[in-house]
């Protein structure tokens, strides 16, 4: 099953979102290091609300199809829960 949890934006190196509706309201500084893993500079919607907080995103740039990247959130009873996000 496919749910939408809003679109983020990159470019360059600067991301915002994520949005459902409309346009984000700022755009943030993000790092993505030689393995692929993204460290964002700001809040990224639910993902750092709520007492939830980011754990690991991890790109995946090879192989053949588009690039996309995990997303693993921790919420505040400590459960782990995994988003892929995939260039739309």
């Known amino acids: ?23 984000s309201r700022q755009a943030y500084n993000y790092r993505m ?12 919607g639910g993902y750092t609300a ?10 995946t740039l090879d192989g053949p199809g588009q690039p996309s990247f995990d997303i693993i959130m921790r919420k505040p009873d400590g459960a782990f829960t995994a988003s892929t996000c995939t260039k739309g």
């Not at 949890?5 to 409309?22: E, F, N, Q, R």
């Not at 692929?36 to 700001?42: D, K, P």
């Open 33 to 44: 290091d030689a393995n692929g893993a993204i460290s964002w500079l700001g809040p990224l």
């Open 50 to 59: 709520g007492g939830n907080s980011i754990s690991l995103t991890q790109a």
């Open 1 to 23: 099953m496919f749910i939408n949890l809003g679109d983020i934006t990159i470019k360059g190196t600067v991301y915002s979102g994520p949005v459902i509706y409309g346009a």
